[in-house]
């Protein structure tokens, strides 16, 4: 393969990556001002040996993190996730108030298949969901898009733990 190939193929691998982080960026500063008008500043929650194989063994994501972001106030916290659906990551906003449930948003989307888990009318389902919620019975699946919802139900039972943990 020629040099000036190479360099083409690099700089488009560049600009994908370029423009998936500033979706990303764009579409959680939206989210956060969606909440706030001046959101709180980002924190951190670290997770030690205990916190990780609890995650591992409950809720199983895909990737565990050594910190999540988040941000609070006295009211609400709004946490930012990750994970993957079938290939492709779910980037999923999701504010916690009293415990429970107040909002899920799909922020990105990666995945070819399974879009309509983006949907308001799927994501309102987990509105006022709990850490004892049964998310496989109490969550409606969407047909061809399975592991998306699989992919939101962990996210959405993570931030409620990692929410407990604070």
């Known amino acids: 393969m020629n040099h000036k190939i190479k360099i083409l193929i690099m700089l488009g691998l560049l600009h994908c990556v370029y423009s998936s982080v500033a979706q990303t960026d764009s579409a959680v500063k939206d989210f956060l001002a969606a909440e706030w008008s001046q959101p709180p500043k980002p924190q951190r929650l670290w997770i030690d040996e205990n916190k990780k194989q609890f995650i591992e063994k409950s809720i199983n994501p895909s ?64 509105k006022s969901k ?18 998306s919802v699989r992919a939101v139900n962990k996210q959405v039972e993570l931030a409620l733990w990692l929410d407990s943990q604070l």
């Open 63 to 126: 990737q565990i993190k050594l910190s999540y972001r988040y941000w609070k106030d006295d009211e609400k916290t709004l946490w930012i996730l990750d994970e993957i659906g079938k290939e492709r990551d779910i980037t999923t906003g999701i504010v916690i108030e009293n415990r429970k449930v107040k909002k899920v948003e799909i922020l990105v989307y990666r995945e070819s298949r399974g879009g309509q888990v983006q949907n308001p009318q799927f994501t309102q389902q987990y």
């Open 130 to 147: 709990d850490l004892q919620s049964n998310f496989t019975k109490e969550i409606d699946s969407i047909s061809g898009a399975t592991l």
